[in-house]
């Protein structure tokens, strides 16, 4: 079947700028994560869904960071007025239960590159 | 605070030897603990978990997992090495009272023919 799906693969934009990065999770997952993942990194959580609502936002780093998930499926990332230090890849994870026990399957990311 | 440790940037091993990747973790808590592979070019992928039960886990493309309690490790392991092996490999960790996935920062594999 279908796996994670994430929209565009690659992003250029101008600092100051707004940008939308959109996940299609696998169908039926209940829970979506989005993480940041730097050069030479691990992943860096930023939030997590469990259906719409988001469950944990603790990881966003500010307020110009913001995710939604109106339907419970695809959620999209939000990040206003981008520095340069947004670079990075944003990779999206979907698993089939909340709770942190199954495996989250990931998607092939989408690299922002802000100039 | 919850942590994640791979000691090691980059692992050398010579194909058809065994390897191991270490991890060792700090959680409140029993913890969640999982490794993933990230080939090239490609996204994270799951390898194996540890939940509860018996510290011997078992994961894809013939890799596995002890879980040591005392030691705080959970460290990955395989036999026999294969050249299509050589990736990045992640350790994470979460503990039974939140979902936040912390993550190591990953360690290469090089498997040398």
């Known amino acids: 079947g279908a796996g994670v799906s994430q929209t565009p693969s690659n992003k250029v934009t101008e600092k100051g700028k707004y940008v939308e990065l959109r996940c299609d999770p696998i169908s039926g997952h209940t829970a979506l994560y989005w993480y940041r993942q730097s050069l030479g990194q691990g992943p860096e959580f930023l939030i997590y869904?469990?259906?719409?609502?988001?469950?944990?936002d603790s990881g966003l780093p500010n307020d110009r960071f913001f995710a939604v998930r109106p339907e419970g499926s695809v959620s999209t990332l939000k990040i206003q007025r981008t520095e340069r230090g947004d670079s990075a890849v944003y990779l999206c994870?979907?698993?089939?239960?909340?709770?942190?026990?199954?495996?989250?399957?990931f998607g092939p990311g989408t690299r922002l590159t802000v100039l | 605070a919850q942590s994640v440790a791979q000691p090691e940037d980059q692992v050398n091993v010579a194909e058809g030897n065994p390897l191991t990747v270490k991890c060792t973790y700090s959680?409140?808590?029993?913890?969640?603990l999982f490794w993933y592979v990230q080939y090239p070019n490609r996204g994270l992928q799951f390898l194996l978990k540890y939940i509860t039960g018996d510290n011997l886990v078992k994961g894809s493309y013939g890799f596995e997992a002890e879980f040591n309690k005392s030691q705080t490790s959970f460290h990955l392991k395989k036999p026999s090495a294969l050249v299509s092996d050589s990736a990045l490999y992640f350790c994470?960790?979460?503990?039974?009272?939140?979902?936040?996935?912390?993550w190591g920062a990953g360690t290469k594999l090089i498997i040398k023919p």
């Open positions: 869904f469990q259906g719409t609502g988001a469950a944990d």
């Open positions: 994470a960790v979460h503990g039974i009272s939140n979902y936040q996935l912390i």
């Open positions: 959680v409140s808590g029993n913890p969640y």
């Open positions: 994870a979907s698993s089939l239960r909340a709770g942190g026990v199954d495996e989250q399957f």
